[in-house]
């Protein structure tokens, strides 16, 4: 097994197209696979493959695979062979958001948003003020946001999404104990930069933030975050939505390779 | 003329809502005033303000000002009473992003979170692998979005939104010789942590961070960017979007006082 993806030399030469398979574990070189009706679709109606058109397939666990399309059945179904295997490389910090949902489009943004930003886990929270939501389907359609994003961004390995909890909830999950570094996003709170100089050294591969609603956190709820160890952070001089606060906190973390 | 809105000892009251009424230069205290109807419906419908409610009222300038409302006519038109005056700080660094249109809702997204974000000017840029973008009314339903994300997350002071324009005719404008740390957001370029290091200490109150389109820049003009003086800077392992490269840029930089 090789990781050929992230190290090839020429930069500049347009790298594959990626698609969706999962999972690669058990396959070989020279194994044949088909690809489902959804990514089949994409890579023929809209990214126009053909037989003998060399593709990137990856699982989101980190396994990827180098494949060449070697037969188009009349139905549409693509058959590959897979050429090379290899593996995405783990990111060496694990940045874990808790959010509040925003409403409607803009939680499918945010998961976009925070995929390429290479966010290693999500948990949808539920807080006092946070809007009612509902619907079937929706973490379904997350996860498929969050296979497409990864597919365009080039992430090997999905984000972990989990089913949505009520902040007391998760709290008890999570523990007091637990080690990382913990900031709530509040535009009341200390500067990010003096947060950063502030995380403890043995807790900086792990940094958990949590975004509230839109009308903010209760003081309650405030309360306990800070028992649960979790320092009010400001990014910037403004009111950030909750999507863009997500994103923000991500951002600022993916530019630096330490806390 | 005070500046009591980023004074005020209690941070946790909330804080009043905010309306733009512009300009309110030559406006003193006890002035009176009407707003516009698209914001006296967002008063009294969304806010469900009357008469006696105290609102902040800013031009997007930098003016603030505390107000009442003193009278609401049969026709919904809203009479304020200026009680005090203030002004927003100005920003001490200014980030000016110039960037490809992405498709439909995404730049309206983008716009919004740039201006939370305290981005100083954005300039939209044509290149050569961009969408065809057309639509008269695109500028003015662009400015509506800044005005409402400045309400929203009580930024004083709009950013400057130019035409869109040419690279060419932009890389025109701007010259070679202007000052400023030049920043081209590339997959392949350093890290985005060596630039931040690299950028020199005289050009660091000014930062133009250039995002291309969905494609990529040609190689013509990621040759031209560099002749002006851009440097290829990577945030984060993935590739990108448009309005996520711009956001992270904007995100990481307001997450610092100094480059």
């Known amino acids: 097994m090789s990781t050929w ?6 930069r500049d ?6 698609f969706f398979f999962e999972p690669l574990e058990q396959f070989s070189e020279g194994d044949r696979l088909e690809l489902d009706s959804r990514e089949a679709a994409h890579a023929q109606r809209v990214k126009r493959h053909g037989v003998g058109s060399e593709v990137e397939l990856f699982d989101g666990h980190g396994r990827v695979a180098r494949a060449l399309i070697d037969a188009v059945s009349r139905r549409g179904e693509l058959s590959l062979r ?7 490389p783990r990111p060496e910090r694990r940045v874990w958001i808790a959010t509040a949902v925003p409403k409607g489009d803009r939680m499918e943004t945010m998961l976009d948003m925070l995929t390429q930003l290479g966010v290693f886990r999500l948990t949808p929270v539920v807080f006092a003020r946070s809007a009612a939501q509902s619907g079937p389907g929706r973490q379904k359609r997350w996860r498929r946001v969050l296979v497409e994003s990864c597919k365009q961004s080039r992430r090997g390995i999905l984000p972990r999404l989990d089913e949505p909890r009520s902040l007391s909830e998760w709290l008890g999950e999570i523990g007091v104990a637990a080690s990382g570094t913990r900031w709530l ?8 930069e003096r947060a950063r100089a502030d995380a403890e ?5 792990e940094v958990l933030v949590v975004v ?9 709820e405030k309360r306990d975050l800070i028992e649960f160890g979790f320092t009010p952070v400001a990014l910037g001089d403004h009111v950030l ?7 923000a906190f ?3 973390l993916a530019s630096v390779s330490e806390l």
């Open 5 to 10: 993806i992230h190290h090839c030399g020429e």
């Open 13 to 18: 030469v347009k790298r594959p197209d990626r």
């Open 82 to 88: 897979i050429v090379e295997l290899g593996r995405s």
């Open 185 to 192: 996003a509040d535009p009341d709170g200390m500067s990010y």
């Open 201 to 205: 050294p043995g807790r900086r591969t």
């Open 212 to 220: 509230g609603p839109e009308g903010g956190v209760t003081s309650a």
């Open 241 to 247: 939505r909750v999507e863009t606060a997500a994103v």
């Open 250 to 252: 991500a951002a600022a």
